[in-house]
């Protein structure tokens, strides 16, 4: 089942992600940092809520909107020289397959 799938997904990617930006600099850390995170918690709740909800739909369409807030705040790390090119492309490359998922999870409810 590929809603399960998405959500070890994102698990994996807090799991990675969180002690790069516990190490990021303060002036970073609580505040691009703290926006990352919460956005990928966020992005697990909801993974979570919408499997079991009836109406998924609209879940389905704000956690696509959130996760390319993230794609985009994960940019900016690169950017500002806060993470490496090598962490950039992994973290991409997960987002990138989770957002994938999340489209066919998507593409699918639309077809309902």
Known sequence: MSELSI????????????PIVDRLPKTHKFTLGDRVINKLYDLLEGLIVAR?????????????????????????????ELISLERYEYAAKLITEIGVELGGWIKSQRGK
């Open 7 to 18: 959500i070890q997904k994102t698990y994996d990617l807090i799991k990675w992600y969180v």
């Open 52 to 80: 079991y909800a009836k109406q998924k739909l609209a879940q389905l369409e704000t956690l696509n909107t959130s996760l390319d807030i993230l794609r985009h705040q994960t940019r900016l790390l690169k950017d500002f």
